[in-house]
């Protein structure tokens, strides 16, 4: 069973930038198909961006194209969100999850394993 930690959220002003790392532990990190959501308190948890297993193809929530970059490194099992152009809009609890089937998903309900969570706070 793969476990999941994410790190470097925080508090930045508009316009700012943040990292997010998502370190695996356990599991097959590699075959993998690698997802990050995000959820504000009395939403349902939203899509963010999603990558394949090989880092080959990756998809992204519309109103993140073009801030947001998903990155992979399967030789240190971290999956990375790298945020520019924040928004208060981007506040959230930001997650990380994996997939065990290599197709596209935007559901949460399609991963099977999830981080804990880091805060991101975009103020205005």
């Known amino acids: 069973q793969v476990q999941l930690v994410e790190s470097g959220g925080g508090m930045v002003q508009a316009g700012g930038s943040l990292k997010l790392s998502c370190a695996a532990a356990?599991?097959?990190?590699?075959?993998?198909?690698m997802g990050w959501f995000r959820q504000t308190p009395g939403k349902e948890r939203e899509f963010v961006a999603s990558i394949t297993d090989n880092g080959g193809s990756t998809y992204y929530e519309n109103s993140v194209k073009g801030r947001f970059t998903i990155t992979r490194d399967n030789t240190k099992n971290i999956l990375s969100l790298q945020m520019n152009g924040l928004t208060p809009d981007d506040t959230a609890v930001y997650y990380c999850?994996?997939?065990?089937?290599?197709?596209?998903?935007?559901?949460?309900?399609?991963?099977?394993?999830w981080g804990q969570g880091t805060q991101v706070t975009v103020s205005s």
């Open positions: 356990g599991g097959n990190f590699k075959r993998y198909f």
């Open positions: 999850a994996a997939r065990q089937y290599y197709s596209h998903s935007t559901r949460a309900s399609d991963y099977f394993a």
